[in-house]
């Protein structure tokens, strides 16, 4: 996702998106007895019938024009029936968002909670800070569709794996990590769908983009185009992970098919990926729709298939249930004509997309007399909102480096403060894309000013700090002067976005040269803020005994200004640590973006990827991050020897197996607790991360290490904390084989806390 459509014919040519209105009129809603009782008689508007009665009611009525029209993600209006018109495309990322035509700000709402860009609350690693946003954000929805401006349908939110620090999509991310990136997508799904019955939704969410699609533009390569190369084993414990998740335990509402190619097929006309595991294995209750114009890409742009009705007919019989575009509207009354496929496949496509918009209250009539009809404009942008903001975007600071413990700075002893860098006014810059309009933004300067006085000097006109853009002299002379400098650099959508993916992992620039002369120049410590969605090779500043601190903010949202300063001066104790791995420039230099292959190949000296894979060295890892406060763990309980029952013939009871595929019944209660005591034993209260790793026997290639289990806790000073961890045998200590089955690995299993390492022993 995604582009206006009507963009769609000049490939790879994509114009800024945004601003695009057409929502929902607030003076007619389908089934509204208040204003015409006729509609009394139709079963589909029948609150106390069940959803299945009430969608077969409707489809019956429709003409095969009419329900052609009911494929493409602007829904045509049926008088007849008292059915308004009604656009899919609204979208939630991290607040309600103006890209996407069902949602609009105006000025009875002109902004909506803008939370951090996702990569950035990701690593807060607080899965109830991950709900807690989902909440506020359908709240702020519902009380805008109630207003007329947005839509019920958001195509939110993004869970593929961030597999290459040079994606620009990474930033819309949870990280790198499947276990991570799965509980992002419960947690912040749950809170946008929020219901209080399981049939109803307060908001629908969609996990996108299925699948291994993680390639926007790089090197000519092409997401259009791009056929990912994917094996079994990568598919299974890598890329579909985060989505069955979504599905499987978020039960979210919908999921969208990418624009790539896995394995030669386009995602969106791929029956086993659909029809097969989406809606077979995983047991959807929602609808599947399509990348905006992914159908039109299968085509035009794959020219996979000959004609574009067979195009229609391929993606609708694979499980396509809604065609972001116009694609399905334009081909598939053709496609019936011609018996590529049967009105009854349309008739389940449309099906799946009524039960989601009754499962909604579409059809309950005026959604002011509905369960969420309370809400209205005040509930926007609310002083308890925007203070959600804030706190979100002080949990996902990192804290890579302090020398000599230089942070916090002392409030007191600060005169002068000198703020240098391009993002040091940030404002737009700190939402990241796919954002909507805030409600009001902090901006660094802003933030630092209420701590201290400052002297603001950009250094560079832009993030991009081409060489005739630098200022250097100015800068250098607010460092020498001041107590100590802030700098604030990083990139914006200029630099790492949809459809720009990085060549290089070093700073835009002269970025570099900016820093390091306004560090040699600097009378007092330096801190240096990376705002960016991807991570980057700042070895010369690690490296650097002039930088004394080194944080990565992401990109913070709206408040983002006040969690940079309330870090600085220690109001808040950072806690965040990094979602993704941050590899040096050589990386780029030698792998191929195009390359999906999640293990290290040493016969072509390729590295593998992720912390799980990766053999290379590395500028920080994934995990990283510095508190104020010192965190010690205790290992209360685990065992040494965990038993696996085998029924009785099991061939692996005769002869030696390195693991063993465990039947469904055998997994019940195999399971064990791993108690900790968590001390803080610095003299500042503060969140930690206590994270729960595991290093397999090494059998089926499997990861190096991989996360199990996490849980942040907050600590005062030398107060300490129980975390205990249930570790179920068949799901966290099992590893994929190469042809995509999860076994149990017999042998040796390093658990791991921190440095605390215990090795226990798997056997049957
Ligand atoms: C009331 O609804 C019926 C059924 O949709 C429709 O035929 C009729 O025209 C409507 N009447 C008015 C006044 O809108
Ligand atoms: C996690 O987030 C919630 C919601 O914002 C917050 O109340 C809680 O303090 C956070 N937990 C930690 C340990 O920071
Ligand atoms: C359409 O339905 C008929 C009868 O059930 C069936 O034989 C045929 O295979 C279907 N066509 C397609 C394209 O699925
Ligand atoms: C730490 O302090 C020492 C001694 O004052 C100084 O030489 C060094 O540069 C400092 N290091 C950092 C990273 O600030
Ligand atoms: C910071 O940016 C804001 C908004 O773009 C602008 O109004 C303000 O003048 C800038 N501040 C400085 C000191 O340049």
């Known amino acids: 996702m995604a582009f206006p459509f009507f963009q769609f014919a000049v490939l790879g040519v994509m114009a800024a998106t945004g601003g695009l209105v057409s929502a929902q009129s607030s003076a ?24 299945e009665a009430r969608v077969k009611d409707l489809v019956a009525r429709l003409t095969l024009d009419e329900k052609v029209g009911f494929l493409a993600s602007k829904n045509p209006a049926v008088a007849r029936l008292g059915i308004p018109s009604y656009e899919w495309w609204s979208e939630a990322l991290h607040g309600v968002s103006y890209v996407g035509p069902g949602t609009r700000f105006s000025s009875l709402v002109p902004g909506a909670t803008s939370f951090p860009q996702v990569i950035h609350s990701a690593a807060s690693f607080n899965t109830t800070l991950f709900h807690a946003m989902g909440k506020v954000v359908s709240t702020e929805a519902r009380a805008m569709y109630n207003a007329g401006l947005a839509g019920l349908t958001f195509w939110s939110p993004n869970v593929n794996i961030f597999r290459d620090p040079r994606w620009g999509r990474g930033q819309e991310t949870p990280g790198e990590d499947p276990l991570l990136a799965s509980k992002y997508a419960v947690a912040y799904v749950r809170g946008l769908q929020d219901a209080d019955k399981p049939e109803m939704l307060k908001v629908a969410a969609c996990c996108k983009h299925y699948t291994a699609y993680d390639v926007d533009n790089w090197k000519g390569t092409q997401r259009y185009t791009f056929n990912a190369q994917v094996t079994k084993q990568d598919m299974d414990d890598t890329y579909q992970v985060p989505f069955k998740s979504c599905v499987v335990d978020g039960n979210v509402a919908s999921v969208m098919c990418s624009y790539n190619k896995v394995n030669g097929v386009p995602t969106c006309a791929d029956p086993a990926l659909l029809t097969g595991t989406v809606r077979g294995d995983w047991k959807l209750n929602g609808y599947i729709v399509s990348d905006c114009d992914s159908v039109d890409v299968i085509f035009n742009a794959q020219h996979f298939t000959k004609s574009p009705e067979e195009a229609a007919a391929k993606s609708i019989l694979a499980g396509l249930d809604l065609n972001c575009g116009y694609f399905l509207g334009q081909h598939t009354k053709a496609a019936v004509a011609g018996g590529l496929l049967n009105e009854s496949d349309v008739d389940r496509a449309i099906a799946n997309n009524f039960a989601t918009l009754i499962r909604l209250g579409f059809y309950d009539g005026d959604p002011r007399g509905g369960p969420y009809g309370a809400l209205s404009t005040k509930d926007v942008c609310t002083a308890e909102n925007q203070e959600l903001a804030r706190d979100a975007a002080r949990q996902g ?15 007191s002893s600060v005169r002068s403060l000198a703020v240098i860098g391009p993002n040091a006014n940030a404002t737009k810059t700190m939402l990241g894309n796919y954002e909507g309009a805030p409600c009001r933004y902090v901006t660094p300067l802003q933030g630092l000013a209420a701590y201290a006085p400052v002297v603001y000097q950009p250094g560079c006109l832009g993030v991009a700090c081409a060489g005739g853009n630098l200022q250097l002299e100015p800068a250098k002379q607010a460092a020498g002067q001041a107590d100590a400098t802030v700098l604030v650099v990083g990139t914006d959508q200029s630099i790492e976005r949809e459809s720009l993916d990085r060549i290089s992992l070093t700073l835009p620039g002269q970025q570099e040269v900016l820093i390091t002369e306004v560090a040699k120049a600097a009378k007092g410590p330096v801190v240096l803020v990376i705002m960016s969605g991807g991570p980057f090779d700042i070895t010369f500043a690690k490296n650097n005994e002039k930088i004394s601190s080194i944080i990565w903010v992401g990109f913070p949202g709206e408040k983002g200004g006040t969690a940079i300063a309330d870090v600085v001066f220690g109001s808040y104790n950072p806690s965040g640590r990094l979602p993704v791995t941050w590899y040096p420039e050589s990386f780029a230099d030698s792998v191929p973006m195009t390359d999906m292959n999640m293990r290290p190949n040493p016969a072509t000296s390729y590295p593998g990827r992720t912390y799980r894979f990766y053999t290379g060295d590395v500028v920080y890892s994934f995990g990283d991050g510095l508190s104020y406060s ?8 685990a065992p040494k020897l965990v038993a696996v029952p085998l029924e009785s013939g099991h061939a692996c009871l005769s002869r030696r197996c390195k693991s063993v595929q465990l039947l469904d019944g055998h997994c019940e209660g195999l399971a064990f607790d791993v108690r900790l005591l968590v001390r803080n034993a610095g003299g500042r209260a503060g969140g930690h991360t206590v994270f729960l790793f595991t290093t397999p026997p090494t059998v089926h290639g499997a990861p190096r290490r991989q996360l199990v289990a996490f849980e942040k806790v907050f600590l005062r000073a030398a107060e ?15 590893v994929v084989d190469e042809m995509g089955t999860r076994k149990v690995a017999l042998g040796a299993h390093v658990l791991q806390v921190g440095t605390l390492k215990h090795s226990l022993s798997l056997r049957i």
């Open 720 to 734: 300490e904390g129980a975390v205990a961890f249930k570790v179920d045998v068949c799901r966290d200590l099992s």
């Open 397 to 411: 600071v990192v804290l890579l480096k302090n020398g000599n413990s230089s942070l916090p700075l002392s409030p």
């Open 630 to 637: 010192e965190f010690q763990h205790h290992l209360v309980e």
């Open 28 to 51: 007619t809603f389908a089934c509204d007895v208040s204003k015409n009782s006729s509609v009394n008689s139709f079963v589909f508007c029948d609150k106390s019938a069940g959803i």
